[in-house]
């Protein structure tokens, strides 16, 4: 095997598994969790109406070599310690969250996906162990790649745009940056029509407003303050109106249409290309 696996936990920290010991193969790695959904309604037939995904079983299993049993028993071990202080942090207010990241590079290309470690399967022969770990990840999907970017910048009431390629198995839900003085923005999605659009304006040269689309939150940042910080800055999502829909970029290429009441703050689109599976 080629891959290189590397399991970060969610203060930042990283095992490099694949260095540690000899990557072996990847049970679900390539599996898409997709379930098809029907509406069951009374006296009449199952109605298709789409698909829902699920969390999906990630399983990889590593060959630990060593010149002796302590040795090989020492890389479980030290496997074990980092995996059960990741879990340990659960209850810890110091902590946001406890799931990490796990990543595949594969032919070149770098997949990412949040993971949450599971019971691995442990057999100790000598100098020799056979570890299986176990991970769940809340979609079935691996990033791809970096984070997409596209910039470019309000004109007014003058109709600026933004282009998108979306070459992924599925849609993304972007992130909208704007820095700088821009009043009632308008982000509108050219597939469908619809758009983002707030009733206020930005004071500052250097305010940040940002607006994650899943799940649709608007935090608006003086003087760029703690900029990106979900948690920080002030909730603005109320100042979306009930017009507002924080719409996907679909698979494929697009546009978004930017306007405003005035103001030319800059704009950047951020998005992940989304795969199923490796290559």
């Known amino acids: 095997m080629t891959e290189t696996v590397i399991y970060y936990d969610s203060r930042g920290t990283a095992l490099y598994l694949s260095t540690d010991a000899r990557y072996l193969r990847g049970d679900g790695v390539d599996v898409w969790h997709i379930e098809p959904v029907f509406d069951h309604l009374t006296g009449d037939t199952d109605q298709f109406s789409g698909y829902t995904l699920d969390w999906t079983e990630r399983r990889l299993s590593f060959a630990v070599g060593a010149t002796t049993y302590a040795n090989a028993r020492g890389t479980v071990a030290a496997w074990r310690q980092f995996f059960m202080r990741e879990a340990s942090r659960y209850e810890d207010a110091s902590d946001s969250q406890t799931m990490?990241?796990?990543?595949?590079?594969?032919?070149?290309?770098?997949?990412?996906?949040?993971?949450?470690?599971?019971?691995?399967?442990?057999?100790?022969?000598?100098?020799?162990?056979?570890?299986?770990?176990?991970?769940?990840?809340?979609s079935p999907f691996w990033a791809y790649g970096a984070v997409?970017?596209?910039?470019?910048?309000?004109?007014?009431?003058?109709?600026?745009?933004a282009v998108w390629d979306n070459t992924g198995d599925w849609k993304s839900y972007p992130t909208h940056v704007l820095t700088g003085v821009v009043a009632t923005p308008r982000i509108t999605n050219s597939v469908t029509s619809r758009y983002v659009e707030l009733g206020t304006a930005t004071a500052n040269v250097d305010d940040e407003l940002w607006i994650w689309t899943n799940p649709p939150l608007v935090r608006y940042y003086v003087n760029g303050t703690s900029a990106g910080d979900p948690t920080l800055g002030t909730n603005w999502t109320h100042l979306a109106g009930t017009a507002s829909r924080f719409d996907p970029l679909q698979v494929g290429g697009g546009t978004l249409a930017l306007s405003a009441a005035s103001g030319s703050a800059t704009y950047e689109l951020r998005y992940n290309i989304l795969k199923a599976g490796l290559g």
Do not use: I, K, Q, W
Not at 100 to 107: I, Q, R
Not at 117 to 125: H, I, N, Q
Not at 148 to 161: K, N, Q, R, W
């Open 148 to 161: 997409e970017t596209v910039g470019t910048a309000f004109a007014g009431t003058v109709a600026t745009s």
């Open 100 to 138: 990490g990241t796990l990543e595949v590079v594969h032919n070149g290309g770098t997949y990412t996906t949040p993971a949450a470690g599971m019971t691995p399967g442990v057999s100790l022969d000598g100098a020799y162990a056979a570890v299986e770990l176990g991970f769940r990840a809340p």
